[in-house]
């Protein structure tokens, strides 16, 4: 099945949107009263909603980006810090007039999610956390991260772009051809290879630290959340789900078996029907507050 399969039928466009002064990477899909906003993980670009958009676009608009120095979005030259991150993406709502969105986040998307609904929460309906990262800085997973990705980078060896995506898989059936090729051409643009060292920055330990959402920023959360997290996540194991889910209020997690760090992906036949269900609630609920 290949990317172009999953959203076969679908009416979206691939735009470069301003947001902030840095060309961003957006698919948009679907319409409806209310969006959805889907971000990625470290090193990963927004083909990592390939199964998923079209089954959410029916009902809802849909806008899944390449985050800021990463896919085909501008790459300033700084330390991708998560307030540089949740910057990025407040301008990008911003920029397509987007006031109060629905965030799916995996991994680095799930961090930065999580943030701007604890600092700004009248611009989040709801939050999907998945396979999320933020809450632990382990030295060894930090090490796997930066070593695997940057040998990827700076190599031209394809062989080490499947070995990277691979990574994120519990079954590496999972990590087609069609995404590794998208990845290593993703991976070998002149300025991405250039810039590889801000985007691994937050697998620095002094960076992480500073970055990283602890138990009273994510008592903050006021929107509806949604923990999703794979039994072999190979980044982080399942009391980190439960320990993350247990300090965001009223937060519901749901584990996936045979499954690693790209639940909507390797999971989408459970995940997605999961997804559109907590949409629901999550609108069902704002209006019988409202």
């Not at 909603?49 to 979005?73: K, Q, W």
């Not at 396979?131 to 030295?139: E, I, K, L």
Request: hydrophobic letters at 40%; charged letters at 20%; aromatic letters at 6%.
């Amino acid at each position: 099945m290949t990317i172009w399969n999953e959203l076969g039928g679908l009416d979206f466009t691939v735009r470069t949107v301003d947001a902030g002064g840095v060309p961003t990477r957006a698919l948009q899909a679907g319409s409806g009263e209310e969006a959805v906003v889907f971000l990625h993980g470290t090193s990963g670009h927004l083909e990592a909603f390939a199964r998923n958009i079209a089954v959410h676009a029916p009902s809802y608009e849909c806008h899944a980006i390449d985050m800021l120095g990463h896919g085909y979005t501008g790459k300033p030259d700084y330390k991708y810090e998560i307030p540089r991150y949740v910057e990025h993406l407040v301008n990008y709502l911003d920029a397509v007039g987007l006031a109060k969105v629905h965030l799916v986040g995996e991994s680095l998307g799930g961090w930065v999610a999580a943030q701007l609904a604890s600092e700004q929460p009248d611009r989040v309906r709801s939050l999907q956390l998945l396979a999320a990262g933020g809450t632990v800085a382990n030295p060894e997973v930090m090490q796997r991260i930066k070593t695997s990705t940057t040998n990827a980078v700076r190599s031209d060896d394809i062989e080490l772009t499947r070995a990277r995506l691979r990574l994120l898989m519990h079954d590496p059936a999972h990590a087609t051809e069609e995404l590794v090729q998208v990845r290593h051409q993703i991976y070998h643009q002149p300025d991405f290879v250039a810039n590889i060292h801000n985007l691994l920055s937050l697998q620095e330990m002094e960076i992480r630290q500073r970055n990283l959402l602890r138990p009273d920023r994510l008592a903050r959360i006021e929107a509806p959340t949604l923990v999703v997290w794979g039994h072999e996540n190979p980044f982080g194991d399942v009391p980190e789900a439960k320990k993350m889910a247990e300090d965001i209020p009223g937060a519901r997690l749901q584990l996936f078996t045979e499954c690693g760090h790209w639940p909507q992906h390797e999971q989408a036949a459970l995940y997605n029907p999961l997804s559109l269900e907590f949409l629901a609630e999550a609108s069902a609920r704002a209006k019988s507050v409202a």
